[in-house]
């Protein structure tokens, strides 16, 4: 089964913005949702944000809501993030993850632990910093 592939880190201002993309072929096919996760050294891996391939619902962790942007192609098998108004706290490894079902559980919360999630890209860096 292929596994995403993320791309598009890099370094950026505060304030700017970037655009991460995540290479899903089975999206909407095998997986229900991709989530978006991230990482820094010495906390615990953090999701950031979700789309469900069903209907394009979005889901997204509270430190990034009105700043980041989920969102998806099926026809390209994609899935983005869109981030503006970075701010240094937003550094990490970012990985984008695919789960065999939508991003919300049985209760409806959204989905934010990684044991959650079924296959993981390998990450990209981004760093946000003057």
């Known amino acids: 089964q292929l596994q995403p592939v993320e791309s598009g880190g890099g370094s950026v201002q505060p304030g700017g913005s970037l655009r991460l993309s995540c290479a899903a072929s089975?999206?909407?096919?095998?997986?229900?949702?991709i989530g978006w996760f991230r990482q820094v050294p010495g906390k615990e891996r953090e999701g950031v944000s979700c789309i469900d391939s069903s209907d394009g619902t979005t889901y997204y962790a509270d430190f990034v809501k009105g700043r980041f942007t989920i969102s998806s192609d099926n026809a390209k098998k994609m899935v983005y993030l869109q981030m503006s108004r970075l701010e240094p706290e937003d550094t990490a490894v970012y990985y984008c993850?695919?789960?065999?079902?939508?991003?919300?559980?049985?209760?409806?919360?959204?989905?934010?632990?990684?044991?959650?999630?079924?296959?993981w890209g390998q990450g990209t860096q981004v760093t946000v910093s003057s």
């Open positions: 993850a695919a789960r065999q079902w939508g991003c919300t559980d049985h209760s409806g919360s959204y989905v934010t632990y990684p044991q959650g999630f079924d296959d």
């Open positions: 089975r999206f909407t096919l095998d997986y229900y949702s």
